[in-house]
Nanobody, 116 residues
């Protein structure tokens, strides 16, 4: 069983930056995509950013130009650099991994709070 562990969340002022990391407990084989999702109180979980094995990267419209997703060469760790943070970015951020065999994995989530 693969575990995904996020880190880097916290409290930041509007306009500030945070970098989230998500490390897998072992190297993935047959990775299809790694991504970040978020869920704010009272709202549904939404996709923030995803990077696919074919190199495509997609972002939610609300974070384009402010967030950047990246990964290491082994696909073991994925990052989310968040800049120009807004109060509406406040949410629990979870990382995700999907494999070519249909399996997928979720992290436990890390809280990001943007407030003055």
């Amino acid at each position: 069983q693969v575990q995904l562990v996020e880190s880097g969340g916290g409290l930041v002022q509007p306009g500030g930056s945070l970098r989230l990391s998500c490390a897998a407990s072992r190297v993935f084989f047959g990775i299809q995509a790694r991504g970040w999702y978020r869920q704010a109180p009272g709202k549904e979980r939404e996709l923030v950013a995803v990077i696919s094995r074919d190199g495509r990267i997609n972002y939610a419209d609300s974070v384009k130009g402010r967030f950047t997703i990246s990964r290491d060469n082994t696909w073991n760790t994925v990052y989310l650099q968040m800049s120009s943070l807004k109060p509406e970015d406040t949410a629990v951020y979870s990382c995700h991994a999907s494999l070519l065999n249909g399996n997928d994995y979720w992290g436990q989530g890390t809280q990001v709070t943007v407030s003055s």
